[in-house]
Each structure stands twice: as C-alpha cells, then as structure tokens.
C-alpha cells in the first residue's frame, strides 16, 4: 500500500513534469531551438494565477484560464522579441538568449513580486471543510489518493490526447509537422514558418500556465525561481523520452516523476535528484535518442 | 529611366522569346515574366541577365551543363534567393520582396532536386499540406471538432484522394510517404506541388533517376496534368529526350547566361548550345 502511494504521488507528479516536456518537446521539434525560459513561463502562470485568486479573489478555474492567457501572450512575444531576429543565427546564440530570457523573467518577477516565497492556495484544497483529508479513500482507508493528484492526472492525460489529435488531425498541427521535417519545403507549399512557429510557442507557453498552476498547488508555495528546478527536470524528461517526440515527453515525464517520488521514498530525499538524474545519464548512453526518440543518422 | 518602368505591374513586357510562346497563349498574357533577372553570391554571378516569358499553358524546359545556374534560377523564382538585379512578374503581379509561402500562394509550385518530400507523414497529409491554404478553418474550431472542421477535412480528404488518382496512386495514401518507392515519391512531390493549385509548375530534374519506360510515362503525365490543369510547366531536365519531346520553348543556360533560346529543333542545331555541351570542335 504505501508503495502504491508512493508510486500514484509519483505518477502526479511526473503529469506536471510530462505536461511542461511537452512545451519543450513541441519548440524543440519545430524550431530546433531548446527554450529554456520555459521554465520561467511556469513560474508566471503561477504568480498570475496567485494575483487572480488573492488579490482579484477571481475562483480557481478562473485564474488558471487568465494564467493560460498571459503566458500565451508572453511566450509569443518572447518568441517575437527575442528568438524570431535569430532564426538564422547559430544554435548556440539562441541557446545563449533563451538563458537570458529565462534570468530576465526571474528578475523581473521578483522585482514586481518580491523575493520571499509566497503561499499558494492549492486548486484542490488538501483537508476539506470539515477537516478530513480531502482525499478518495481506497482499502479501508489504507490507500489514500488525494483529489489533487487526480485532478493533475486527468488534466495531463486531456492534454496528451487533444495535443495528439491537434499535431495528428488538424491542418495547423500537419503544418507543424511538415515544419518540423522540412522548413524549406514546408514554405515552398504555402505555409507561414514564422506564424506556425508562433503558434506552437502560444501552445506550449500555455500549457506551461497550467503546469505551473499545478505545480504550485502541489508544492503550495510560489517564488521567483520555482520554474528553474523543474523546468529542469522537465528537460531531462523530454530528453529522456527522445526529444521532438509528443508521446515521449509525456512516457518520460512520468517514469521521471516516479522514479523520483520512489527515490526519495526509498533511497534518499537529498539524492533523489542525484538518482534522477545518474537515470538520464545511463539511458542516453543505452539509447542515446531517448526511449521514443528516432536516430537519425547525420547525412553527408 | 527605362529599368524603372518594369516595376510597374503588367505595363511593360519584356521583349525576349516572345516568339517561343506556343501560339495558343499569344492572345493571353503570359504567365512568368523575367526581366534582367539575376543574382550574385559574394563575387560570384551566378545568374545574370536571365530573361524569359511563359506562356499560360506552355511546357518550357530550361537546360545547360551542370553548375550553369538552373536550379538558382527556380530559387529565384520561389524566392528562396532574393534576386540582386531584375524583376519577375507572375501573372503581371511583380513578386519584389515576397516570401516563399507567400509565392506559392500567388501560383508558383515546385518540387526538388532530391527529393523533399515530409517523410514521417502519410501520403495523404503530405498532399494535405499542400491544400494547407485552401482548408479554411481556424485553431478552435479544429480543437473543438467544429461542424465546419469535418466539412472542410472532408473535402480535403477528397480532394487529395481525387489529386493521387492523377498518378494512380489513390491506393497509396495512408503509406508513410518515406517509406514509397522512388519513381512514387517524384510522382507524390509533384501531386503535393499540384495540391497548392499553382497557375506554373516547376519541375526540378522530374525524371532523375528514372529509366526509359518511366521516363516514357512521365512525360505523358505532364502533358496530361497541363491539359487537365491548364498550366504552365517549367522543367529542368538533363534527359533530352524528354526536353526535346514535350517542351515547346527550350532555354539554354550556361554559366548563369542564357546562350540560346527557341524551340527543340532550333536548339539542337544551334552551334553555341553544342558547344556549351560537347566543347569546341577542333
């Protein structure tokens, strides 16, 4: 049972870690850039999400949407702003300007936010009126699954299914597709790079809003660096599931959540991160395109 | 002076290889105008001076040596180079400072060289995304599944389906398009180019690779999609017989010169083009 437990806080989780993977996953795919401000995108939706339900006492739904807004609006004019005048530079110069966006947000919210962490109110409150657990209860008791978890469980796999749908189905996310393989053709055939480009920095910026909201529910504090760690590990879940591949962002955002949840359960809380990340390092030299990530050989 | 008249649209044609244009397309404007079109990279003239017209529902075949400038001049003409000199007006519409995507969309399609077609998509979508701008429907109504997003991926599923059957290949169309054949994917790349509804094909190298009986059948099809559509196409083509079969304006280009222009019996007697090819006789 409490491995059980440890295993669904785990699975939770790795949800909110698969859900900010995807944004990095998505860019990554279309723009061949790693945006590492998308950490930082997180920690605005949260703070957005936090001014909506203490100042403006908006409910919780309500806050999420307006979070969703903002960082939609944020990452495309970030996109605008500071990548879009170099999409022919080098990788590494906007690899260089992603970190300084990232800092700049971090600086800048704590300007206007200050620099002491700040108490989230969580979307699923963790007792309920009465004091109990607000929980589902399962055996007796013995397995308690909070109703957070599952909320967080239900969003990622909602997200995961339309995100399949939007990329598979849709003409806007065909075009994404046919960018991420062949800008140039995929130009030549009429589509607009730098407006599907954008579209996929509003996607992935506002899922980045929700997974902050959730995040931040689930740790119930909030400050200006709260994105940068699991903005992080978000990363290494894309890499690990095989970066630009959707279904592996979500795969390896949430063995990444377990096997963190399971070491710090059973190894140890100030290693886990340790572990966590020693499991990246094996895997990449097993499979050095992550687990559903395509090898594609270099052409000469 | 002179050179500034050309930028007004439509006013002022060209005056070179009139005369090759079929007689049918006489009495229309042309399709494609070049005017001193031309391009240096650094020091390097790779093309200069090229000028040409098309006619509507011409073939036109542009030849010459390796490295002489073919391909550069289809790059120019999408706009995957910015010219440095000239102009070109497409349908009298002169296209100075448009992008690729915003070309395609004013009637120029093409297909490439080596082959780029989106490999990990189906046949179907890659049609698809050529029929990208005609879809008309937006971001919500494709997430919510809106009425209007199945009546218009429904014609599109229809319409790819109608374009495939140009090349019989109807039968293909959920196969991962990597994963076709050769002489299928040249024939998708040309259905995808054909998807953005273009009023000028161009054709890069169409029958690479290809041995006689398909390029036999090839040549058949363009004549074919040109009757059907009543385009122009635009081919380059090392092939010759090919060239001389189907193309009714032939352009030689040799060190981004054009060195002579005219019909196929025309160039294959001309002195310079044997030249150009075989070097000096002795």
């Known amino acids: 049972m409490e491995f059980l437990s440890y295993l669904i806080s785990g699975i939770s989780l790795g949800s909110v870690y698969a859900i900010i993977a995807l944004g990095y996953t998505m860019v990554y795919g279309i723009a061949k850039m790693l945006n590492f401000a998308h950490g930082d995108v997180i920690m605005v939706g949260g703070y957005i999400s936090f001014c909506a339900m203490s100042y403006l006492e908006l409910p919780g739904w309500l806050s999420v949407v307006l979070a969703m807004a903002v960082c939609t609006v944020l990452g495309v004019v970030i996109e605008g702003l500071a990548y879009k005048p170099l999409r022919q530079a080098t990788s590494l110069a906007v690899l260089i300007t992603a970190i300084g966006v990232s800092y700049f947000l971090q600086n800048a919210a704590q300007l206007i936010w200050g620099a002491s962490p700040k108490g989230y109110t969580p979307l699923v409150p963790a007792l309920n009126a009465k004091g109990e657990p607000n929980a589902l209860q399962l055996f007796d008791g013995q397995l308690s699954i909070p109703y957070l978890s599952l909320l967080i469980m239900a969003v990622c796999i909602i997200v995961m299914v339309a995100l399949t749908f939007f990329t598979g189905q849709t003409k806007l996310g065909k075009a994404m597709r046919a960018c991420s393989e062949d800008k140039g053709a995929a130009q030549l055939m009429g589509i607009n790079v730098n407006r599907t480009i954008s579209v996929t920095f509003a996607i992935g910026s506002a899922l980045a809003a929700v997974a902050g909201v959730l995040l931040c529910s689930f740790t119930t504090s909030l400050m200006p660096t709260t994105g940068s760690m699991p903005g992080i590990k978000a990363f290494t879940a894309a890499v690990f599931g095989g970066i630009g591949s959707i279904p592996g962002a979500f795969l390896g955002g949430i063995l990444l959540g377990i096997i963190e949840s399971l070491a710090k359960a059973y190894i140890s809380t100030q290693l886990a991160n340790a572990i966590l990340f020693a499991v990246l390092i094996i895997v990449l030299l097993v499979r050095p395109s992550g687990l559903l990530g395509k090898y594609v050989p270099e052409k000469v | ?282």
């Not at chain 2, 098309?54 to 040596?65: D, F, S």
């Not at chain 2, 290809?210 to 081919?235: C, W, Y």
């Open chain 2, 1 to 282: 002076m002179a050179e500034k008249k050309v930028f007004e649209k439509g006013k002022m044609v060209p005056v070179p290889s009139v005369s090759i244009i079929p007689e049918r397309d006489l009495g229309k404007s042309p399709i494609l105008e070049c005017s001193h079109l031309g391009i240096d990279f650094g020091g390097l003239t790779a093309v200069n001076e090229f000028n040409i017209t098309v006619g509507r529902t011409e073939i036109a075949g542009l030849i010459g040596p390796n490295g002489a400038g073919k391909t550069t001049v289809f790059n120019l003409l999408t706009k995957v180079y910015q010219p440095t000199r000239g102009t070109i007006l497409l349908d009298g519409l002169d296209t100075h400072g448009k992008t690729p995507a915003q070309i395609n969309r004013m009637g120029i399609a093409r297909t490439f060289q080596n082959i780029r077609l989106f490999n990990n998509l189906s046949v179907e979508d890659n049609v698809k995304i050529g029929l990208h701008n005609q879809e008309k429907y937006s971001m919500v109504s494709g997430i919510l599944r809106l009425p209007k997003y199945w009546r218009q991926e429904k014609a599109a599923h229809e319409r790819a389906l109608e374009l495939l059957s140009i090349f019989d290949m109807q039968h293909m169309a959920n196969y991962q398009a990597g994963s076709l054949p050769y002489g299928a994917q040249r024939r998708l790349e040309i259905v995808r180019a054909l998807a953005t509804n273009p009023s000028l094909l161009l054709l890069d190298e169409p029958a690479a690779g290809m041995n006689p009986s398909e390029t036999a059948e090839l040549m058949e099809n363009i004549v074919k999609i040109r009757d059907m559509f009543q385009i122009a196409i635009m081919l380059i083509e090392h092939d010759m017989s090919l060239v001389m079969g189907i193309c009714e304006g032939i352009c030689v280009l040799n060190f981004g010169q054009i060195i002579a222009k005219g019909t196929a019996e025309e160039i294959q007697s001309n002195p310079t083009v044997i030249e150009a090819y075989l070097g000096k006789q002795q």
